[in-house]
DNA sequence: CTAGGTTGTGGCAACGATTCCACATGGCAA
DNA sequence: TTGCCATGTGGAATCGTTGCCACAACCTAG
């Protein structure tokens, strides 16, 4: 390139990125043989120079979960407007997948990930390597360092109290886990409604499914239905799991809501399909996206040595047809 | 490293990677202080060194149609079992954002893009880059080079043999493009369905949406009622166009299967979940990345001037309950 | 006329890993 | 003893870009 320009490397590098003293017509020339040749500068020799590359690791649990895809699709978005591209990796939920994304991000020296984590060793062995780290939706463990959150707990209250208010009394929960804060958050709610409205919970109505499939959801609210014929109303910590209900309820048909009203956390498009329409949380996904982006480009950007930065996304209460009075 | 092991950079190299002759106690030894002081290869040295990186750009439409989740998910899924990893740009169907990409992946020397085009310039351009391309679902302008394709032509015909065969006469059609292959080949097998059971076909059933949204696929199916009310049965070219027609009969009010007949092409979750559920084609899109993935694999692999290969998914129909014979 | 500043360019080292080549050691056969 | 091969290690060049430094040309003020 250099020598189709007839000039130094230094004066190539100088007249594409504006840096230093260039002549106008030096820097012309050097355009004009740039395109002529089809030159692209090399990112990874770039990269190995500066110590820092244009690429941000995102690392999420599940793609074809559509909550997951808004996700990575918001960031995209944002990554993109800003110059960086996203390095995109399933963890299918394993730690162990997991930390090996977590190498392949450090050896490739990108400048930051955004991870819905799984373990709490991933994201420490990210911020030993100094890699900027936003956390996603959840939190592993540590309580440190910038993250974008949900307030998971204010959502499942908003929908507890939502049918509590419709004059429910045996709501069921339906939940996968409770580890992560997403779960707990979701069941802290679900109690604290119960509390604040003075209604006695019972305990055997929060029903755990045995793995993250719709179809063990399914299962679990099989079982939760025959235990308990009592319930009139089901409250699904997720989407997967409202899809794993939603689809037992169908083979029964349950008349919903006059016999059983069914809200679900997370809003995504089958729930505004089917009929009834489904009473849900949104979190509105993308935008959720677009700020973890944002908080991790504004990382880059300012002082590194900035406090860390904490967003709840507030959660919001999308009532449909799925949730009525009990009769 | 090199230091910290006590032996030159040259035999860390050979130790780590196990290429030439190393002394088994010195590799152990330099094993030994990589744990200790975690140390990751720098995969941007590694690429300028050897002019080729583990990563594959991977370029679609739009991330939140779960057509290009699930087609981003398999693909994921086995470049990540082979070692490398995804950069996911998400185009928006834009020539210019599709372009811009096209030079990032040049400039990070990517050993390998797989794209749903939008456009062929983009498609020559990685090309003359010296980069293996993977055209996926689709085909922009240029005839050659590996693909995997859906053979549109034929779930099409599926599709509309299936309502010829319940009796229906007034099939319209729903398309939002005949430019690409995809939309030319649905179209074109619809068609032919019709050609072969020698029903004629009225040119004035096909309509098409101005836009890829699907909201202007609704209003395009509102306009088709109002203009057509004897049609029996709509055929909706894609997903994202079944959702506006499903949407706009659902405010309406019509009794599907009864008065009318609904059939999809791609099948994605809210299809099985409404009812009646959707007669659609499906691809199984998750396969379909997987097998672009190691189209593009085995192309790095081999000998890079094989023939190309072109695949051609098979398309199924799922028949499902909006279909039915008109009154 | 000279000193010092401004403008513009090239040379060189460095980033970190790989790979060819040179070279050292030791064993073994002639 | 000499020569040769196998084994193992280090040195140096290389990939393409950047940024510091030196230097050259020219201008301007004293």
Redesign the pocket.
């Given at each position: 390139?250099?020598r189709e320009a007839?000039?130094?490397?230094?004066?190539?590098?100088?007249?594409?990125?504006g840096?230093?003293?260039?002549?106008?017509?030096?820097?012309e020339r050097v355009r004009a043989a740039a395109a002529r040749i089809g030159?692209?500068?090399?990112?990874?020799?770039?990269s190995?120079?500066?110590?820092s590359s244009r690429s941000v690791g995102v690392l999420i649990s599940d793609l074809r979960n559509p909550f997951y895809a808004d996700l990575a699709a918001g960031i995209e978005q944002v990554l993109r407007a800003a110059g960086y591209h996203m390095i995109l990796v399933n963890d299918d939920g394993s730690a162990e997948e997991e930390l090996l994304a977590v190498q392949t991000f450090a050896?490739m020296r990108v400048s930051g990930v955004i991870i819905t984590p799984v373990s709490s060793r991933s994201v420490k062995s990210l911020r030993e390597h100094g890699i900027n780290v936003v956390q996603a939706d959840r939190r592993a463990g540590t309580r440190h360092g910038d993250a974008v959150l949900g307030d998971n707990e204010q959502g499942a209250e908003l929908v507890t109290e939502h049918l509590l208010a419709l004059g429910h009394r045996r709501i069921a929960l339906l939940i996968d886990e409770t580890k992560w804060t997403t779960g707990a958050g979701r069941l802290a709610g679900y109690r604290a409604a119960h509390e604040a409205a003075g209604v006695p919970l019972d305990e055997k109505l929060i029903a755990f499914t045995t793995s993250f499939e719709a179809e063990a959801a399914r299962g679990a609210t099989a079982e939760l239905l025959d235990a308990h014929p009592d319930v009139t109303a089901l409250f699904a910590a997720n989407n997967v799991i409202a899809q794993g209900a939603f689809q037992e309820i169908q083979r029964r048909r349950i008349a919903v809501p006059r016999k059983l009203s069914l809200a679900a956390y997370d809003d995504v498009p089958w729930m505004s399909m089917v009929r009834p329409g489904i009473t849900t949380v949104t979190q509105h996904t993308v935008s959720f996206g677009k700020r973890c982006a944002e908080v991790l480009l504004s990382r880059l950007d300012g002082a590194a040595e900035q406090e860390p930065t904490i967003i709840h996304v507030q959660p919001e209460l999308v009532v449909r047809a799925s949730t009525a009075a009990p009769r």
């Open positions: 390139m250099a007839g000039v130094s490397p230094s004066t190539v590098s100088r007249a594409l990125n840096t230093g003293y260039t002549a106008p017509q030096v820097r030159y692209i500068p090399d990112a990874n020799a770039r190995l120079r500066n110590r050896a």
